[in-house]
């Protein structure tokens, strides 16, 4: 008997470009960056004073601004959620202004930032009848959950698992990459030849990830499937990835290995991306070192909507399979002139492709990578 | 899948449970310098003085479940082993250390050394690269009996062969206990 096959069958999300997936596909093939001037706080004494943030997140509110993102997409949400799912939330710092308050002006306690309290609250908002878990993997946080949902589902721990993500813009993290020197003074430029740094966002969003053939029971549309995935560490430096892309290209294979694939069959890279001059290379290499036959055509989203962190790769998951199904592959919004390694990779145009299977990546802090592969099912398959 | 050892440390206290030892050590410091004398740390971990608490404690309790266990690890030779971690508040402390340090420096310069702990996942990140570990690396919370349930989330991973050993740690600034997982067929050849 065949392995159960784990089938997205709802998302939504809320980016800088809006909430809903239509406003942040149509952003980026719109090749304008939602990445803008911060009023959040002072960013005078900061390497930047930019980053990409939702306009409609207000501070001093009584949500905090997770909960603000979180609030209108699983509101809307709940009715379709089914009540005996796991709940996954995956996130890096959660309600972190909580904290920013407490340290600030002595006002909240400082423990309801935990991130427990935070998965209490989506697991109220979502109906879901367990508690579940968080899953915490600096940037590969999302597509590390999502890659642990769809496990579970192969093995037949379960049959359904919703998979939340958030992290938002806040000084907290704002300063800290900063110190790093992380930052580029401008607006994040990914596999240019003149990047300088990330720029920072914040999104939220969730998949819901069932077996197949509980999706067909239930009569749900399948948006695509995550066919495989590899989770890998370089085990190398905390803040750098490791530069010959030894670690994501394990990763790669592992995913390709898992769905069962060959390189070939491979139609797009929906990449890291993030504009670091050492990030956006060691992937360049990790490509060129799984893919060896020729370029594909390969994308980040990170120009148009900045390095989400912990949301990063579920929200790059729900365009990939947007991108999946039609067919075409975004710009990658702030290229200018692509740096040459990345030459015949990137492009400031949308473009077609042909073979519907996409493999999406991310790295993160401590050396962290993960790789998801993402397909389209054809009428046949369904 | 088998636990093939199990490292701990309490108060003043830490030990290894399949070759019965417990030792007292009064302070990270006295602690670290005893597993280097013992040869527990295979070799030195570099940085140690830099860490925060919990990845002191993540190190320390690593190494002791890998010498339970018999595993030898190297910076060199990576192995495909993965590492997991629980805990009740993430990287709370952490957190609070940094953006203090951050607020009573006049909010103008975060510390790097203080921001990157700010993530439940860093102190597995010190161990792995210590280790010399390249399987999945993941930070879970679970909402109660964390023990049995990272164990359990440990065994799905095995039996999903996603790794093919473990190491699975529950651990904060004052305690800590880490298990080494395999998949049984694995432990005959070792």
Known sequence: MHAPEAVVVACDLITPYGLGIDACWNGLLSGKTAINPLDRFDTDVFQTKKAATIAELKTGQSDSLVMQMLKPLLKKASAIIPKDALLILATTTGEIDILEKQVLNAKDNADESALGCLLSKVQCLSGIRSPGIIVSAACTSSSSAIAQASAMIRSKERDCVLVVACDIVSEFVFAGFSSLMALDKDTARPFDKNRSGLSLGEAAGFVLVMSKERAIQEERSIIGEIAGWGLTNDANHMTGPSRDGSGLALAMRKALRSADISEDTVGCIAAHGTGTVYNDAMEMKAFKSVFASGTLPTYSIKGGIGHTMGAAGLVETIVALRSLREKLVPPTVNLRIADDEAEGWVSTEPDSFDNPVTVSINAGFGGVNSALVLKKLDEQQL | ?190
């Not at chain 2, 005893?34 to 003085?49: A, M, R, T």
């Open chain 2, 1 to 190: 899948m088998i636990i093939s050892g199990i490292g701990w440390i309490s108060k003043g206290k830490y030990g290894c449970v399949k070759k019965a030892v417990c030792t007292d050590y009064t302070d990270i410091k006295s602690l670290h310098s005893k597993l280097q004398n013992e040869s527990i740390f295979l070799y030195p971990v570099k940085n140690f003085g830099r860490f925060d608490m919990t990845s002191k404690m993540s190190c320390c309790a690593g190494a002791l479940a890998l010498h339970d266990a018999g595993v030898k690890y190297s910076e060199k030779h990576k192995q495909d082993i993965g590492i997991i971690s629980t805990n009740t508040d993430g990287c709370l402390k952490s957190n609070l250390n940094y953006f203090r340090d951050y607020v009573q420096t006049g909010r103008k310069l975060a510390r790097g050394n203080l921001f990157i702990y700010t993530l439940p996942s860093s102190p597995l990140a010190e161990a792995s690269i210590h280790f010399g570990f390249q399987g999945p690396l993941l930070y879970i919370m679970f909402p109660q009996k964390h023990i049995p349930s990272l164990l359990q989330y440990a065994e799905g991973i095995i039996s999903r062969k996603e790794a093919s050993t473990i190491l699975a740690m529950k651990v904060d600034e004052k305690k800590a206990v880490c298990f080494v997982l395999r998949r049984e067929e694995d432990t005959s050849s070792k």
